[in-house]
């Protein structure tokens, strides 16, 4: 899909379908949702009237109500597109209404599709730059399926999106359409990555693809395998790469931009098992086929990776890319194994399935070396943060509260949910082991994901971090009006805007 921003009248614009958006004014003296439109036009008041009247259109999230040959109107179909209560308004609502009207649009065969942004003297004004971001990221996200697999696929693509604004702050409005357009960008990659099933993306191929993006973006990027990963010391990432017969990659892409100062340098660090089978831990049978998205984390930072390139924020970032498949096999490493992580720490391997935290360990520590000052990692380490958390919420982890709590500021812009859990010292226990320094898993199955925290926390040492534990977000099992099944792209906008907090 094609985005363009046009400066305009909407009412006057010739399309196969404009939507415009709604929310639910109700106060407590109404029996009912009152739904009321967020653009002062009579033309499209009278089109409407009739369908608000009735009462059918609730104006909820995501609802979405579809008016042919409008009166007054040059638009073939008036969509009206509901945000839910007045009082909620956010950009993320715009976000989500946005990404109804893409998927409407679609189902229907709408080829051309136009939104009117919202009006700035509607009640609730939002940031003109942070909404029209919003509603291109909001449309550009949803529009995508993941069924380019699928022979039967019926090509509905929505071909292009004119976005319709007003002329009052231009400047910003722009800027906020070319962020948008950026950003969905990013996450659309990371999505198609994600998307890709474990016998087409191995680790090589996680490496070929990182490193084809960042010829284009202009990102250094320089993929090894094996050799290097036993040459550094990585134990513990060899260990779980070792089983495969596909080679492992350890990716690093750098962004050092010429009006960057020296410090701070950011490292990403992602999590990329492109298919965990549990090794010799073997995981069951019923939900394995899903273990090809255990890869997401390494696609988060690489999609956040594409978005730096292009949006240059004046901030040194490294990302290392930790890539391997999990597999059992005569060569893989076993339950009781005590393998030394590139740092010189010990760990007992008790759960081969527990793969993410040694391949991260290295990747942390290596981030370390390679001069970065602040950490953060994302990964589909547990199942056990979607027993605390649902599948709403990321977890959030970290060592420093402060750079903790930029992350989380940043949600406010993404629109993205992560809840910080605890992995204060206290919870080092969980991972004691009698016989190595750290063992991989916890003693039990209580606080899993703190577990596999704690473990990773041993790696960033006094370097502050914060780790996303996404695995029970970066898959979307029931789709959305604004959201499609499948990889969902998690933490990509949130990472870099972690990132661009940093930049001057
Ligand atoms: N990749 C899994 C975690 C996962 C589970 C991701 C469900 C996405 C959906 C991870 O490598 C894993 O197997 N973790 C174990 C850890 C345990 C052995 C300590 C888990 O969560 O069971
Ligand atoms: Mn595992
Ligand atoms: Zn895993």
Same mark, same amino acid.
């Given at each position: 899909m094609e985005s363009k921003l046009l400066f305009g009248d909407a009412v006057a614009f010739a399309t196969p379908a404009l939507a415009v958006f709604a929310i639910d004014t109700q106060t407590e003296k109404t029996a009912e949702p009152v739904p009321g439109l967020l653009i002062g036009s009579d033309q499209v008041e009278d089109a409407a009237r009739a369908l608000l009247a009735s009462g059918e259109f609730k104006a909820a999230v995501g609802e979405v109500a579809v008016l042919h040959s409008p009166t007054g109107l040059k638009a073939e179909r008036l969509l009206l597109v509901g945000l839910g209560k007045a009082g909620d308004l956010s950009a993320d609502s715009l976000r989500k209404g946005s990404g109804a009207a893409a998927r409407a649009a679609k189902a229907r065969g709408i080829r051309n599709l136009a939104i009117a942004a919202p009006e700035t003297e509607t009640p609730a004004t939002i940031d003109p730059a942070l909404s029209t971001r919003a509603i291109v990221e909001g449309a550009e996200i949803a529009e995508?399926?993941?069924?380019?697999?699928? #022979?039967?696929?019926?090509?509905? #693509?929505?071909?292009s999106l004119t976005l319709i604004a007003a002329e009052a702050q231009r400047t910003a409005v722009q800027r906020g359409f070319d962020e948008g357009r950026i950003v969905a960008a990013a996450q659309n990659f990371a999505r198609s990555l994600v998307n890709e099933p474990g016998n087409v993306l191995t680790p090589t191929e996680l490496g070929k693809r990182t490193k084809a993006m960042c010829d284009t973006a202009g990102l250094k990027c320089e993929v090894f395998s094996s050799e290097k990963i036993q040459e550094l010391k990585m134990g513990a990432f060899w260990a779980v790469a070792k089983g495969s017969a596909e080679p492992p990659a350890l990716i690093v892409m750098t962004y050092e931009p010429a009006n960057a100062p020296e410090a701070p340098v950011l490292g990403l660090v992602g999590k990329g098992i492109t298919f965990d089978t549990g090794g010799i831990s073997i995981k069951p049978a019923d939900g394995m086929e899903k273990m090809k998205y255990d890869m997401a984390g390494a696609a988060a930072m690489i999609g956040a990776m594409h978005a730096i390139a292009r949006l240059k924020p004046a901030v040194k970032v490294i990302s290392v890319i930790c890539s391997a498949e999990n597999m059992p096999d005569g060569s893989s490493y076993k339950p009781g194994d005590v393998v030394t992580a590139m740092s010189g720490k010990t760990i007992e391997v008790v759960n081969t399935d527990a793969e993410g935290r040694l391949v991260l360990s290295d990747g942390l520590h290596y981030a370390k070396t390679l001069g970065c000052t602040h950490l953060i990692n994302a990964a589909t380490l547990t199942g056990a943060v979607s027993i605390a958390l649902g599948n709403l919420n990321f977890g959030v982890f970290s060592n420093d509260d402060a750079t903790c709590e930029r992350f989380l500021d940043g949600l406010a812009v993404s629109g993205e949910k992560g809840w910080r859990l605890p992995c204060t010292d206290d919870y080092r226990d969980h991972i004691k082991s009698e016989i190595a320094d750290i063992m991989n898993t916890g003693k039990n199955r209580y606080g899993g994901a703190i577990s596999g925290a704690m473990f990773l926390k041993e790696f960033a040492g006094e370097t502050p971090w914060v780790h996303l534990d996404i695995a029970g977000t970066a898959w979307n099992e029931t789709p959305k009006p604004w959201l499609a099944y499948g990889p969902s792209g998690v933490a990509v906008r949130s990472i870099l805007e972690w990132v661009r907090s940093f930049a001057s």
């Open positions: 995508p399926d993941f069924d380019t697999y699928r #022979s039967d696929r019926k090509d509905r #693509s929505v071909e």
